[in-house]
Structure formats: structure tokens, C-alpha cells
């Protein structure tokens, strides 16, 4: 994705990480600026379905040639989902962040932690 | 015939050197069934049915599929595919943090006497004296160099030394009761080998902080310096080229708060006869026998990374010690304290060899005025830069003066030319100079870490500050060349990212096999 | 003193001024401080002439005895083989010697090729699909491998048969004491790998499990079985093994070995009084992010010319930084160029060929020793190139002697077992390579016969 968004409909964290919620579900995945960061994307290393995620801490890598991230959950709860798919399109993240690059779906064990996460609005001013 | 390859780039097509044209063969591809190099000698003793000396059920079904060429055929493929290699005995080579300084031919013919060459580790001692003595005064001119009593030439490299000089300090540390320390301090300028040392020796990384002259925040450290720090790994000049002028005070907040301060010798071309780790109140150096001591890189290898320790960390030095006699040198294995050793044998003997063969050329004086000339060119070579204008799209990140290496930051190239410092790095490609460390260290925005040695002209550094001028004169007319390059290089720009995506790591042999061919 | 520097007090005039100081040791002034200047010369020699170094070195190297010297059969670990001119002469060449690490692939198209080659070698010589460029040498490749064991799963117990070097062993427990893991030995019974015990001390705590073939006697060890005793537990199966005898020896990667390391001084590399030489070190591919060292990768440039990259970086030091699957940073790039020119030196048949004339010629050298009086095998288990024998002479200090007595008549009868071994003071290891003809094998019972013989009576009374 050439040009730098962040779609109004998502929450986002400070480590750079966006939520989009479906009542008590949220899928994770990185922000534009984050895969910008990293460059071309070659090796996601996902979590397994079933284990927990606490918000704030590590949960996957991501590894570009010459970087690697540590990707943060910005809730926490329980995997539901992982996108097998980034394992023979690690691009995905790159091409499409928001969409095809969505890292992992999570039951949420506490969904009022996301009154802590920012808006988009708040989020791009964070970056500047 | 090598098939000639269908060049993409634009103006370039049908441009091409023959070792562009040529298309990378593996030696596995080359020979035929039956050709060899090698005759095997003579069985002359009775011969026995192999399958009683070894049963089939232990053998291999089929041999290993080695290549089949014949002599010619390995020395034409070796000697071509040399070509395609830039190197320092070729070219300058100002890599920084690596001391890329020649590397006298005098000690490839002493290194090949057979005497040393061919001398068994496994010799009785009294039939190796003369490898024991060099090993021994060695280790007292390093000793002397660090400024520190007891060495150890065991280690296979710096990262090595680095892994004995952390788990020496946590032998020191549990052998005085104090189980407590868990942590180790290195600055955000620090290596990636300390940090990955670290874990391997089941400790904790702690950061702490650089000030503004890219020296140890004084503050951060006494902060952070209690007693649950194992050891301070620093590198002094640090990877800025800079000489933290707070060194003794660092050494004394790191000791008064009971832990080891680790010197991390990778940039001991500055300094040898100047100041001493030892002086400055280190407890552990390594040296690196391929950096200032000039044991050839080798391409990425063989190295040797012998520590120099204190006197209160010498009962945790490895085994076996170098110890002389009254009359003889021996190898000695008694040292109930020792963490025991790390690696087989005695350690990279030929590089001792080597790095022996250059002190004995050079002496004191010799080494002293090494470091001299390597101080002497990093700050003639900021100057060259600065007269011709290239500090303005790639200034010095700190200071004004430097030790032996220093850093430019290529930000305002990248802002203002839209020029990358991996751009610039490509580029001076085609003008047959090695590029300079780039994006290390971490703390400057496109770092360009500059060390020309000792061993440079100034004409070379001249050649290489022009070309440096040139380059930003070319992409402040058109910075897409500087994209696109190299041109003239055997292989262009390498798609790394696939190589990470899909990778391939061998030579396929069957038609099913995975590749990207 | 001889230098290497160009600067003649024009260069220096000129220097200086540009850089704007009256003097070099003002440089020094405005950056070292005076409290830690050294402020007098260094406590060594005065420098010499090329000549005299030479001399020097010369004199140094003509006080060790070396293979040049005497007919050696010393062994354990390091093999006194022919390495071929062909591999002396390109190892000489700058444009392998005298570079750095591949960071820009673009003009270190040869050094990235030889990895790729090596890396190919290798995994042929293991059967296993993945290795790395080369790490140090081969004791420091079984630490390295217990300790990719102890990121892949955690566990914290390795166990490790006492038919493993010594060397790698030790070099073992001093890492592990660093990273946590308790280090179990397996003993030997009748030359090998205790197969009961073994299988005992394997639980489901071990992290990896270690054997070595041939072992440090020279026995061939049964693999299959050894990794196949590790099949319920969440070990990872370490094999360290001796290249040349897997010219014949089934490989590990067929033996259900997931991880193959060695010392790789016997391919094309010099004694050098144990360095340096170089470790290879494969897998298989679950293994392949895992993997310490570097990793050369093949791919295409922007016109589409196959060429080579370092890859799968992220592994490492300077990226991952205290996750890196190792510290490794310079390695043995030259010395494992050297082994996979041999290894093409010798192709395909030759491999072979020299492994079978050392099964013969050890057999030969086995039976030879062991009809002597006083000399019986430690072992009669089935070996490649090196063997051990007990000598019956009364221990460690008259085994010495014998030593002594062979060393006397031009002779290196082998490598004393009991400072390593307690449990087998009297004996003596024996190393057979193709340059050990009948001739000398012949001359090595001689003295060997004559030496044990006059130790012998110096033994009588002693029980």
C-alpha cells in the first residue's frame, strides 16, 4: 500500500497496531506506518490457536530482510483464528494491512480495556 | 558455452562485462560422471571383504553426490568465480568496525611452515615448544596491549571472547556467594554479538542510555548500576568512533557497585600505545586477531578472539593454560576454578601465528604508531570530506574530531537528494571502492560508518572523498541513477526479500528439487 | 621495525593542516584523557625486518615436532590427511583471503557462491537439506547444537554419550552452565554408547540427546538406534560425526538425526595445532530458522542473473540481537572453502575410495597392534580410521613412557585415553589416514612391540 491510512472504522494502539471489533471478537493485524517501518515483509511467525494474548505484550513476530518486530496485542483474550494464509503471502501485511494482512482473531476476555486505545484521528497525530 | 543472460535494464542491454554475461554455475554442475581430480593411493595391505569391516546395514546406500570434475576443471571454476569477489588485497575497503587493514603476505609463509602448519594438537608438549613458546609471548604482548596480567587465546573469534568474558563474570560472581546478579549493562551504540552473548549466557540485557556525544549517559548508568548487574560490556572507542572522556569514572560506578566491566576490543586500532582497557579500569578485553592484528577476513572467517583478565578474574580463566617452566612451556589443566573451556584444543593457532609474526615486525613502537596513522586518516578523511562539500547532505553524527572510525548520517541526503545511504553505498560500487558500514549504528538515521586503517594512502582517501563528492553531484542532477546502481558490478541489485521468503540454501540435483532457477 | 603505514612527514604536514591541529598527539590530547594515557611505550620488543621475523618463526617452528617430522598416528579429532595444492593455492588467493563478510552481495559474488556450494556439500555429505555456512569447529558445534535444542524446546536436561569427544563435552558443560540445562552422561559398554542406559536417562524432560560416529574410540556407533531410543520424548537428536568416514557411513539424516555436526579439519585442512578449521552444522528443514550462523541463499538480481545472498539474517546477531539463534559473527568462510574444494578434489568416487583404503588399512594397522604381546584391542567393534587399544604396561604414567620411547624412534604411536578416560588408563588411540602406508603401519608395530615390551617388566609387582 503506497500511500500512508488508517481507516476511521478501527481502534489503534500506540505499538502500532490496529483492532477492528465485532461484539465480543476483534481481528488484530499492523498499521501502515509499522509495515512501512519494516519493509518488504518475509516470515510471519503466528501464535497457536487456543493460547491467550495479554494486552500490551508480544504475542507474534514479524520479520522483514534486515528487521525484526515483535507485534503487540492491543487487547487481550483468547485466539480464535490465525491467518494461515501469511504463510505463503507474508506480503499481505505490505499490500494490504488492514485486509488480507489481518494477523489473528481473538475472543476478547476483557472488552473494556479498548477504552484505552486511540482513534484514528488520535493514532496519525501520535505518529508526527 | 555459459548461456548469455537477457539483460532488463534499459541502455544497459547488450553492455554487458563478460562477468555479467556469465551465468552463475554451481560446481555441481559442472564435470561429468567419471572425471576426477583426486588418485587415490595404492591399497597395500591384504585385502579383506569390506562388508565384514563394516556391515551394509552401517553403510551408505549411495554415495554422497559430490561434483566429478578433473583438476583443471576446479581450478578454472574456483579461480573464475575469485573474480566476482570484491577484496581487500583489490580495493579500499573502509568498513566500518571491521579494520579492514592489510594483511602482510610475510604471514602466509611463515603460518605454512610445516613446523607450525602441520603440528598436531594432540602433540606431546615437550615435542611442541616452539608452538607453546609463541603462544606464550603472545599472550604477554596482548597482556601488555590491554594492560591486563592474564590471557586466555582460546576464544574463536571476538563474539566468542565476549561469551568467556560473560560467563567469567558470573563465575566470579557465584564463587563469592552473590547469586543475585542477573543482569548485564550495554549501551544502545553496543554490537549485536553483545547483546545475543548475553542470552546465551543466561543473563539479561539491560540498555543504557547514550548522551547527546554519543558517550554513556553518566546518569542512566548509576541508575542502573546495582547489585544486580553481573558486568558493563562497552567498547571504548564506541561504535561512534568516539572516546568517552568519562571512561574512568564509568569503570568506577560499575566496580564500586560490585560488577565486572567488560571491554569489548573490536576497536583496539585506536589505541594501542595510547591508553590501556586495563588502565581504564576494565576487568576482561578480547581482541580480535582479525581486526587489529591482521589475521586475514577470510571472507567471513577464520578469526581468533583471545581475552586479556584482571587478576581477580584469573581463577575463572578457561583450561588449559600456557604455563613456562623453568626450563619449558607446558599446557596446564589444574584450575579447580576454571569454567573449563570452549572450544577443542588450544584455540586458532594460526592465527597466532599471524598475529604473532606482526608484533614481532612492528614492536612497541610500530604498534603505537599504528594506531597513530588510523586516528590520523579517519580525521584527514572528515576533513577531505568537509573541503569538498560533502558534509552538507552527509554530516559527521557527533563531534567534530574522531578516534579511528566515525559515522555520517545520510538523513539529509535522503531528505533533500531523495538519496538513500544504501543508494550511495550501491553506487560507490561502480567506483570499485568497498561501501562503508552502513546502518549500523543503530542510534544514527542511515548511518554511514566510515574506518580506513592504518594502511591507506592518503591518495586512496582522496579517491574515496571524491567519490563521495561525486556521487552526491550526480544525485543532486539525477538521484535515479544512484537508485538503480550498481551497473557494473557481476550481479546487480539481489532480490533479498525472496531470497528470506522461499529460500533456497542448496544446489538442487534432481529435477523435483526446489529452486529458483 | 618493518610497517605497513605510508605517511612521510610531507603526507603528515599536509594531513595536519587539513585536519587543522599543529600535531597528532593534539588528537590524542582532545579526546583521551590524561588520566588513563599509557605516557610511556609499550613494554615489547623493538621491531624487525621481514627477514628476521622470518627467521624467528622459522626458528620457533623448527623446536615442534610435527607429521613432517615423524610418522604420526595421532588422531582424536584432527587427522593428519593430504591436503591437496590445488586447495593451498586458492586459499592464498585475495580475492577469498583477504575480504570481509558478504555484506554487499553485489561484489561478493564468489565468497556467496563458495557458501552456497559448501552448504550443498554438506547437506549431501549428511543427507540432510539444510546447513549453514560453517560455525567454529567441531566441539563448539555440539554446544551450539544443544543450544538451538534449548530454544526449540526449553527442555532443560541434555544427555550425551561419553563416546563424544571429550572436548566437545566439556565445551558442553561450560555453556550450559551459562544457559541452564543439567548435562547427563550415558557411559559406554564394549566400545559404544551404552544402549540400555541411554535409553534410560532419556525422559521427557531431555531437550536433546547427543552420540557421536565413529565415537571418540573410533567405533561405529548404531545411529538408527540411538535416535530412535529419543522417539517418544521431545528431544531433539544430535549426531556429531567424522566427515570422511561418511564417505560409506550411513548418514544421519538417514538415521533419524535432526541435527549433524563435526569438526571439518580432515576436509582440506591443516593440523595447525588445532587451528583454526571449521564445524559444519545441518538439519533438517524444521530446523532451517533455527539455525546458527550464517546462510547463504540463491535468488535473482534486477536484470534476472541468479546470484547469492546472505538470508534468513534475521536469525542473527545484528538484527535479532539477544534473540539470535547464536553470537556468531566472524566464522570460517576460508576454512570451509577449503573443505568443499577437497571435497570436490576427491568427487563423488574419490570419497569413497578414500574411505574404503582407510577401513582396510585400519583393519590391517587393528590387527597388526593387536598381535603384538601386551597390546589388546579396547574394542572389537567395527572402525573406519582410528582404533583403541589397552596397553598392558601398569597405567597412564607407563603408557606415557611407551609414547616416549616410539617418539624417540621417530614414531607418534597414538593418543593416550587416560587422562580423558579414568576408566581406561591403559589405553591408547590410534588414527590411521592415507598417508599412513603399510610401510609406516609396519614401522608402528615395530616400535610399539619393542616399547610396550620394555615397559612391561617395569610393571611386574605392579597390580
Known amino acids: ?53 495479554t494486552k500490551d505484550d508480544s504475542y507474534a513476530e514479524v520479520e522483514s530482510v534486515k528487521a525484526v518486530s515483535d507485534v503487540i496485542a492491543p487487547l487481550s483474550g483468547e485466539i480464535v483464528e490465525v491467518n494461515t494464509a501469511l504463510g505463503d503471502k507474508p506480503e499481505a501485511i505490505n499490500e494490504d494491512p488492514y485486509g488480507d494482512g489481518w494477523m489473528v482473531k481473538v475472543k476478547l476476555s476483557d472488552p473494556g480495556e479498548k477504552d484505552a486505545l486511540l482513534d484514528a484521528k488520535a493514532y496519525e497525530a501520535s505518529l508526527s | 558455452m555459459a548461456d548469455d543472460v537477457a539483460v532488463k535494464a534499459p541502455a544497459a542491454a547488450g553492455m554487458q562485462s563478460p562477468l555479467q554475461r556469465e551465468r552463475a554455475r554451481t560446481i555441481f554442475e559442472k564435470g561429468e560422471p567419471g572425471r576426477r581430480a583426486f588418485t587415490c593411493p595404492e591399497l597395500d595391505v591384504p585385502e579383506v571383504d569390506a562388508s565384514q569391516l563394516l556391515a551394509p546395514e552401517f553403510r551408505r546406500s549411495a554415495p554422497a553426490r559430490l561434483p566429478e570434475v578433473s583438476e583443471p576443471e576446479l ?114 551504540t553496543a554490537h549485536g554479538t553483545n547483546p545475543a552473548t548475553v542470552t546465551m549466557a543466561g543473563l539479561e540485557v539491560v540498555k543504557v542510555a547514550s548522551n547527546a556525544d554519543g558517550g554513556v549517559d553518566i546518569e542512566d548508568l548509576k541508575a542502573k548500576a546495582d547489585d544486580t548487574v553481573a558486568c558493563l560490556m562497552l567498547t571504548n572507542p564506541n561504535t561512534l568512533g568516539i572516546f568517552d572522556p568519562h571512561i574512568e569514572q564509568i569503570t568506577e560506578i560499575v566496580r564500586d557497585a560490585g560488577a565486572t566491566a567488560y571491554y569489548d576490543g573490536a576497536n583496539l586500532n585506536a589505541i594501542m600505545g595510547i591508553t590501556r582497557p586495563g588502565d581504564m579500569g576494565f576487568d576482561i578485553v578480547h581482541f580480535n586477531l582479525h581486526k587489529s592484528f591482521t589475521q586475514p577476513h577470510g571472507g567471513g572467517g577464520p578469526g581468533s578472539g583471545p581475552i586479556a583478565v584482571s587478576e581477580r578474574m584469573e581463577p575463572y580463566l578457561m583450561v588449559p593454560r600456557i604455563v613456562r617452566g623453568e626450563a619449558s612451556f607446558d599446557l596446564s589443566f589444574d584450575h579447580p576454578k576454571s569454567i573449563g573451556r570452549l572450544r577443542g584444543f588450544q584455540g586458532n593457532y594460526g592465527c597466532f601465528v ?19 596513522v588510523a586516528v590520523l586518516n579517519a580525521n584527514y578523511l572528515i576533513a577531505r570530506l568537509r573541503e569538498l562539500g560533502v558534509a552538507e547532505h552527509l554530516p559527521l553524527a557527533f563531534g567534530e574530531v574522531c578516534m579511528h572510525e566515525f559515522v555520517l548520517s545520510g538523513a539529509p541526503m535522503k531528505r533533500e537528494l531523495k538519496v538513500r545511504t544504501l543508494d550511495l553505498a550501491k553506487r560507490l560500487l561502480d567506483h570499485g571502492i568497498h561501501p562503508p558500514t552502513v546502518y549500523f549504528p543503530l542510534i544514527v538515521d542511515e548511518a554511514l560508518l566510515i574506518e580506513p586503517t592504518e594502511t591507506e594512502t592518503r591518495e586512496t582517501l582522496d579517491g574515496f572523498a571524491e567519490a563521495l563528492a561525486e556521487i552526491l553531484r550526480e544525485a543532486a542532477e539525477d538521484p535515479e541513477i544512484a537508485r538503480n546502481a550498481p551497473y557494473t558490478t557481476p550481479v546487480r541489485r539481489l532480490d533479498e526479500a525472496g531470497a528470506a521468503k522461499r529460500p533456497v540454501i542448496r544446489q538442487a540435483l534432481d529435477a523435483g528439487d526446489e529452486t529458483n532457477a | 621495525m618493518s610497517r605497513y603505514t605510508s605517511v612521510t612527514p610531507e603526507d603528515l604536514r599536509a594531513m595536519l593542516a587539513a585536519i587543522g591541529v599543529e600535531s597528532l598527539e593534539e588528537l590524542f590530547e582532545r579526546q583521551v584523557p590524561a588520566g588513563v594515557r599509557l605516557g610511556r611505550a609499550l613494554d615489547l620488543p623493538a621491531g624487525l625486518p621481514e627477514q628476521d621475523v622470518y627467521a624467528h618463526l622459522r626458528d620457533l617452528a623448527a623446536r615442534n615436532v610435527s607429521a613432517e617430522d615423524e610418522i604420526t598416528f595421532l588422531g582424536a579429532g584432527m587427522y593428519d590427511h593430504y591436503v591437496p595444492a590445488v586447495v593451498d593455492m586458492l586459499m592464498e588467493r585475495s580475492e577469498y583471503l583477504t575480504p570481509y563478510t558478504p555484506y554487499q552481495p553485489e561484489v561478493s559474488q564468489g565468497g556467496l557462491q563458495v557458501m552456497f556450494e559448501y552448504q550443498t556439500a554438506i547437506s549431501e555429505l549428511t543427507a540432510l537439506p539444510v546447513s549453514n555456512a560453517s560455525v567454529y569447529e567441531g566441539p563448539s558445534a555440539v554446544a551450539a547444537a544443544a543450544y538451538l535444542a534449548k530454544i526449540a524446546n526449553g527442555k532443560g536436561r541434555v544427555v550425551v554419550s561419553r563416546g563424544v569427544h571429550p572436548h566437545s563435552r566439556e565445551t558442553l558443560r561450560t555453556t550450559a552452565a551459562g544457559y541452564g540445562v543439567e548435562v547427563v552422561e550415558v557411559g559406554l559398554r564394549d566400545g559404544v554408547t551404552d544402549g540400555d542406559a541411554w535409553a534410560d536417562a532419556i525422559d521427557q524432560d531431555t531437550g536433546s540427546v547427543i552420540f557421536q560416529n565413529p565415537n571418540y574410540l573410533g567405533a561405529v556407533e548404531d545411529a538408527a538406534a540411538l535416535a530412535g531410543a529419543a522417539k517418544d520424548s521431545p528431544a531433539v537428536v544430535i549426531g556429531a560425526y567424522d566427515p570422511i568416514p561418511l564417505g560409506i557411513l550411513k548418514p544421519p539424516g538417514e538415521c533419524g538425526v535432526d541435527v549433524a555436526v563435526g569438526e571439518g579439519q580432515p576436509l582440506g585442512n591443516r593440523l595447525d595445532f588445532g587451528g583454526p578449521s571449521f564445524g559444519f552444522f545441518a538439519a533438517t528443514e524444521a530446523y532451517l530458522r533455527r539455525m546458527p550462523g550464517r546462510i547463504a541463499g540463491e535468488t535473482r538480481d534486477v536484470d534476472g542473473r541468479r546470484g547469492f545472498v546472505l538470508t534468513l539474517q534475521t536469525r542473527e546477531q545484528h538484527i535479532r540481537r539477544e534473540k539470535a539463534t547464536s553470537n556468531i559473527c566472524t566464522a570460517q568462510a576460508l576454512n570451509a572453502l577449503g573443505g568443499v574444494v577437497y571435497l570436490a578434489w576427491l568427487g563423488r568416487e574419490g570419497l569413497v575410495e578414500l574411505a574404503e583404503l582407510l577401513l582396510q588399512r585400519t583393519h590391517y594397522a587393528r590387527e597388526a597392534l593387536t598381535a603384538l604381546d601386551g597390546v589388546e584391542a579396547l574394542h572389537t567393534r567395527p572402525v573406519v580410521r582410528e582404533f583403541a587399544v589397552r596397553l598392558d604396561v601398569g597405567g597412564r604414567d607407563s603408557v606415557s613412557a611407551v609414547i616416549e620411547r616410539c617418539a624417540a624412534e621417530g614414531v607418534a604411536a597414538g593418543v593416550p585415553l587416560g587422562g580423558d578416560y579414568p576408566e581406561f588408563e591403559d589405553g591408547l588411540l590410534v588414527a590411521i589416514t592415507e598417508r599412513r602406508s603399510r610401510a609406516d603401519i609396519d614401522r608402528l608395530a615395530e616400535v610399539l612391540g619393542a616399547a610396550v615390551a620394555a615397559e612391561r617388566p617395569t610393571a611386574a609387582g605392579v597390580a
Open chain 2, 354 to 372: 599471524r598475529a604473532y609474526a606482526y608484533i614481532c615486525s612492528l614492536g612497541a613502537e610500530g604498534l603505537r604508531d599504528a594506531s597513530e
Open chain 1, 1 to 53: 500500500m503506497a500511500d500512508a491510512s488508517y481507516p476511521d472504522e478501527l481502534l489503534y494502539h500506540a505499538e502500532h497496531d490496529w483492532v477492528r471489533l465485532d461484539g465480543d471478537t476483534a481481528t488484530f493485524g499492523i498499521t501502515w506506518f509499522a509495515q512501512d517501518a519494516l519493509g518488504e515483509v518475509v516470515f510471519f511467525d503466528p501464535p497457536e490457536v487456543g493460547s491467550t494474548v
Open chain 2, 75 to 188: 581450478v578454472r571454476h574456483y579461480v573464475r568465480l575469485s573474480k566476482r569477489n570484491f577484496d581487500l588485497d583489490s580495493g579500499f575497503y573502509p568498513l566500518g568496525s571491521c579494520t579492514m587493514k592489510h594483511n602482510p603476505r610475510l604471514h602466509e609463509r611463515v603460518a605454512a611452515l610445516p613446523g607450525h602448519a602441520r603440528l598436531h594438537p594432540r602433540q606431546h608438549p615437550a615435542r611442541a615448544q616452539g608452538a607453546l613458546e609463541l603462544m606464550w609471548r603472545l599472550e604477554r604482548a596482548l597482556g601488555e596491549v590491554a594492560g591486563l596480567p592474564h590471557v586466555s587465546l582460546q576464544p574463536s573469534a571476538g563474539s566468542h571472547g565476549e561469551l568467556a568474558g560473560v560467563l567469567l563474570s558470573r563465575a566470579y560472581h557465584e564463587d563469592r556467594g552473590d547469586h543475585g546478579r542477573t543482569k548485564v549493562l550495554t549501551p544502545d
